[in-house]
């Protein structure tokens, strides 16, 4: 028998869900050795779904900066900058946590240093809001 309340988004979306970092390239889940063992640890992003209040203010100001913009714009290299950072740092505060290799050594990831990774790889910026726009991903079923 299927409840259809467990199909809810409401409580994943607040508390954050896993969303496994894939390789740009192959989308095979990124690993990197790890402790004593050297055994492969699964790198990840902790992120907020689509009913938390951040996602939603988040989703709201890109679609603003979105519609101001006339049809046939060409955005100039600065415009376009400015959007990579702006974007990095709006996903930044929709994540919180996580643990990836990088810059030679393993960072748990944070809302602080979330930027750090976004802004250095535009796919993972995706890959994020790929995630986080499907709620299957945040259903308690």
Do not use: C
């Amino acid at each position: 028998m299927v409840d259809v309340l467990n199909r809810s988004t409401a409580e994943k979306s607040r508390s954050g869900v896993n969303m496994p970092l894939l390789d740009p390239g192959t989308m095979n889940v990124l690993s990197h050795p790890r402790g004593k063992d050297r055994l492969p640890v699964e790198m990840f992003l902790k992120v907020l779904g689509p009913e938390s209040e951040e996602t939603r203010r988040a989703l709201a100001q890109m679609q603003t900066r979105s519609n101001k913009k006339k049809a046939n714009h060409s955005p100039s290299d600065d415009e376009i900058e400015a959007e990579s950072v702006s974007d990095s740092k709006l996903l930044a505060k929709l994540t919180i946590g996580g643990l990836v290799f990088m810059g030679g050594k393993w960072v748990d990831i944070t809302t602080d240093n979330a930027f750090d990774l976004y802004y250095a790889v535009m796919p993972f910026r995706g890959q994020v809001m790929a995630f986080i726009l499907d709620v299957g991903n945040f259903t308690r079923g």
